[in-house]
């Protein structure tokens, strides 16, 4: 039985972050790489806003990315940006990104269900019904989330973090040098990587969005420090988006599974098998994803460029 087209559940990649040029970075202090960086992030959250109270699912996309964004480089760069408001904004932002989720998950479930050739073969338009009215209930509250006092502050925080605490002048350290504090901030998230891949092939479905999670973090400093030293960091960054979207797609299929069993009306059987046989195939990605991370003359010459001290 044929599996049916491939199907591609991204409504289009992640815009990838403006680099300053080598020169830039070399004599860039670190409080103005943190303001550029957080300021950079910000201007996006604010572009975005429009399209999303309109229901678009690209600018939502495109807000839940900057969200995280800018909270993976506040909780790295905490300890430097400890006498600021960051640890606030950064967890005002964790929660608005936990009230986005469910909106831009239907958005994927709803994709998934119109494209699967076992629906579009079936009579299954009381199930594909309920699912956009799900869908509907999940965007009205995005939108009522985004109008209301409390996203009004968050914003006002966010801006006098960058105007106020951020300016110029006005940050004291971090001592290091923008380079020291990548490497910094960068070996700790590859050890998260590391720590987290423990018990391969045999993690459990949580363990391995934890895994998924880890390189998001660990390719989101990557792609900031880029540049700053002299190390191959879109390549690592590159390596890393590989794993965190094969990881992607096996959480997806996890939750569809997972959704699927709940569901009322009961699903088409076939959808069911359909799933699973998709999920196998997301895993032999995988591996292959992370064989291409974890050869050893690679992790080798990755641990001389950010002192693993060996550890790979």
């Not at 269900?113 to 009579?123: E, M, S, T």
Request: hydrophobic share 40%; net charge positive; proline share 6%.
């Amino acid at each position: 039985m044929s599996a049916g087209p491939s199907l591609n559940l991204t409504f289009r990649p992640e815009p990838r972050p403006k680099m300053p040029s080598p020169v830039q970075a070399a004599e860039e202090r670190p409080a103005d790489f943190l303001r550029r960086q957080v300021r950079a992030q910000a201007d996006i959250i604010r572009q975005t806003e429009e399209g999303v109270r309109a229901g678009k699912e690209t600018p939502l996309h495109d807000l839940r990315v900057a969200i995280r964004r800018l909270r993976t480089l506040l909780r790295a760069l905490r300890e430097s940006l400890a006498a600021t408001r960051a640890a606030a904004v950064e967890a005002g932002f964790d929660r608005l990104l936990k009230d986005l989720g469910p909106a831009r998950d239907a958005d994927v479930w709803l994709l998934f269900l119109k494209r699967n050739p076992v629906l579009r073969r079936g009579a299954s338009a009381r199930f594909l019904a309920q699912q956009r009215n799900g869908k509907q209930n999940q965007w009205y509250r995005v939108r009522a989330r985004l109008e209301g006092e409390t996203y009004r502050a968050l914003k006002a925080d966010l801006e006098r973090l960058i105007e106020e605490d951020l300016k110029p002048g006005t940050l004291r350290g971090p001592r290091q040098s923008v380079a020291d504090l990548g490497r910094s901030v960068l070996r700790k998230a590859i050890r998260r990587i590391q720590r987290r891949a423990l018990g391969l092939p045999d993690l459990s479905p949580d363990q391995m969005h934890k895994l998924r999670i880890a390189c998001r973090k660990a390719r989101y400093l990557a792609e900031f420090f880029a540049g700053t030293f002299d190390a191959p960091l879109e390549d690592l960054a590159h390596r890393l988006k590989a794993i965190q979207d094969v990881l992607g797609d096996i959480h997806d299929h996890d939750v569809y599974l997972e959704r699927l069993s709940a569901c009322r009306p009961r699903p088409p059987k076939a959808l069911v098998r359909e799933v699973l046989r998709r999920r196998e195939r997301h895993q032999a990605r995988f591996q292959k994803a992370w064989d291409h991370f974890t050869r050893p003359r690679y992790q080798c010459r990755l641990g001389r460029f950010l002192g693993l001290g060996g550890k790979g």
